[in-house]
């Protein structure tokens, strides 16, 4: 059987991963960096955005809540739901809470 990246309701989180995030108005506001996923469940609880990446390097790192974003076909990337004022007064994740703890070795 083979593998697919992308159906017509699936991709693979590879391909969420750096793909551009505009608000409302259809400005690009950044990128999503990663991914949080319910260990449990297997549901996406969150993601992190890179805001202000250029080319996904730097940027600052801010979760959103995964149904906060939706994606959208003309543009080809994520659509926030959320003012970007309001995601911005929120404080700034850290990054040692969605970084792995440990690598497997």
């Not at 989180?13 to 409302?24: E, I, L, S």
């Not at 297997?42 to 979760?63: D, T």
């Amino acid at each position: 059987m083979a593998h697919e990246d992308e159906t017509a309701v699936l991709i693979s989180a590879g391909k969420v991963q750096g793909a551009d995030v505009y608000n409302t108005e259809g400005e690009h506001v950044g990128i999503v960096h990663d991914l949080m996923i319910e260990k449990q469940t297997g549901q996406i609880s969150s993601a992190i955005l890179a805001i202000g990446s250029i080319l996904g390097m730097g940027g600052e790192h801010q979760p959103v809540p995964w149904h906060s974003l939706k994606y959208d076909t003309r543009q080809k990337g994520y659509v926030l739901g959320i003012p970007l004022a309001q995601m911005q007064d929120a404080p700034e994740e850290p990054e040692e809470a969605w970084a792995p703890v440990a690598k497997l070795t």
